[in-house]
């Protein structure tokens, strides 16, 4: 029995000695593999880096390909800019040579005034359906008419809703408003939206509203607290205006309201609407476009923001271009 159990005890320790062996052989069967793949495992990596780094470097080169790009446009801008300031410097040489001759002008009650003058130069011809709307009118000889033609069909109203317009010159926006309807005893539409192109109406959006003495009433008395967001630029209610409204089947006119141009060209602007805005076989626009510009602040050139100034700018180019008057308010009284 003694010869028997040392045989098991011998058997087993070999038996052990066999697993310690094949474990120990398998760690080392491990490393030497961990080993031989090491350099193909850092080689990957290294093609990785250099693949990074050259789409990195990739992008560096465009981006300094659109900062060059990007500087050719601001130099660009900046010349339109200081063109602008050019013809802004003569306006203002023609506003004091006006001015000058109204001051003198001032006592004489039988001068004719500049607007009867600029309205006969300017009315279009009147279609036959105008007429028989104005048959039973006739316009009183003070009737305020600013120079502009009152003989279209559909009138619509772009009006800035700035916190400038609102704080300085609300209420006259209102009242230029009620008196730019008066010229029209009937039309076959109205619209009115702010600069961005949102209407007062959103029931009637991209619609006409139906010209009746309600709906005017309507309009001008949400005039009172009407505060769309506004970015102070009519570009966009112009276009949105244009866009919707315009046809060659219809006579329609356009008025800006505004104090303020916080674009940066004028030019760009302009021809932006002539391709909107065509003209027609006989050299007539689908839409005339008018404007009336209210003073950022009234007192005086001094006083005048360049805001304001690029207003003018821009509605002067526009007027010209699309067959309208440009009427620049100049105090709070008219």
């Given amino acids: ?91 203002y040489g023609d506003l004091s040579r006006i001015e000058g001759r109204y001051d003198a002008s001032a006592g004489d009650v039988t001068v004719p005034t500049v607007d009867e003058g600029e309205l006969r130069a300017a009315r279009q011809q009147l279609t036959e359906e105008m007429r028989r709307l104005n048959a039973d009118y006739s316009r009183p000889e003070d009737a305020p008419v600013g120079g502009i033609p009152v003989d279209s069909e559909y009138i619509i109203f772009i009006i800035d809703t700035s916190g400038s317009m609102q704080e300085f010159s609300w209420n006259l926006a209102r009242r230029k408003l009620t008196e730019t309807l008066d010229l029209y005893p009937q039309v076959k539409g109205i619209q009115i939206m702010n600069d961005n192109g949102r209407y007062m109406f959103e029931s009637f959006a991209g619609k006409w509203i139906p010209d009746t003495p309600g709906r005017r009433r309507a309009i001008l008395s949400a005039m009172a607290n009407w505060r769309p967001l506004s970015f102070s630029t009519p570009v966009n209610g112009i276009q949105t205006a244009i866009r919707t409204f315009a046809a060659p089947d219809k006579k329609v006119s356009l008025y800006v309201f505004g104090d303020e141009y916080t674009g940066q060209s004028v030019e760009g602007v302009a021809d932006a609407v002539d391709r909107l805005n065509p003209e027609g076989p006989d050299g007539r626009r689908l839409v005339r476009i008018h404007a009336v510009g209210f003073p950022y602040r009234f007192g005086g050139p001094g006083n005048i923001q360049n805001s304001t100034i690029q207003f003018a700018a821009l509605m002067r180019e526009l007027t010209h271009r699309n067959g309208g008057t440009f009427v620049a308010l100049v105090d709070d009284n008219r």
């Fill in 1 to 91: 029995m003694a010869r028997r159990r040392k045989r098991d005890a011998e058997g087993f320790s070999l038996s052990f000695l066999d697993a310690i062996s094949c474990g120990f052989g398998a760690v080392l069967l491990l490393l030497v593999l961990t080993k031989i793949y090491e350099p193909q495992t850092i080689e990957r990596t290294q093609q990785d880096l250099e693949g990074l780094i050259a789409r990195l470097e990739q992008e560096l080169f465009d981006i300094r390909g659109e900062t060059v790009v990007l500087n050719r446009e601001l130099e660009s801008a900046r010349e339109q800019v200081s063109d602008s300031k050019e013809k802004l410097a003569r306006l």
